[in-house]
């Protein structure tokens, strides 16, 4: 039973990472495209050193609004998953807290 657990949370972890790095390429793309590579690597660096990740949720409506061409509205929908890795711990506990409640059912 452990074992499976384990192999569960390695699955949800590698997507979870996964999913991050889509959102930071989608990120790093928009940001590209509205106020050029410099910024980019700036807030990259800023990003991983200070661990606030407004990059990815910046660049993701930047990248729908201005590369994609939709609404202001809907942008702002399809920044909304980068919110999940603005707050790791968040989520974390977020998580714990879905499967002991999973536990108690």
Known sequence: ???VRECLGLALASIYLA???MVMAV???G???V???QHVAGLLVLSLTFRINIFALIGSFLFA???LGISSLESLVFA???LA???PLLMRDLLRLMIEQRRLL
Do not use: E, S, V, Y
């Open 1 to 3: 039973m452990i074992l």
């Open 27 to 29: 990120a790093a793309a």
């Open 65 to 67: 609004h201005f590369t």
């Open 80 to 82: 909304l998953p980068a």
């Open 19 to 21: 999913c991050g790095l």
């Open 31 to 33: 940001i590209d495209n």
């Open 85 to 87: 890795f603005m707050f």
């Open 35 to 37: 106020l050029g590579w």
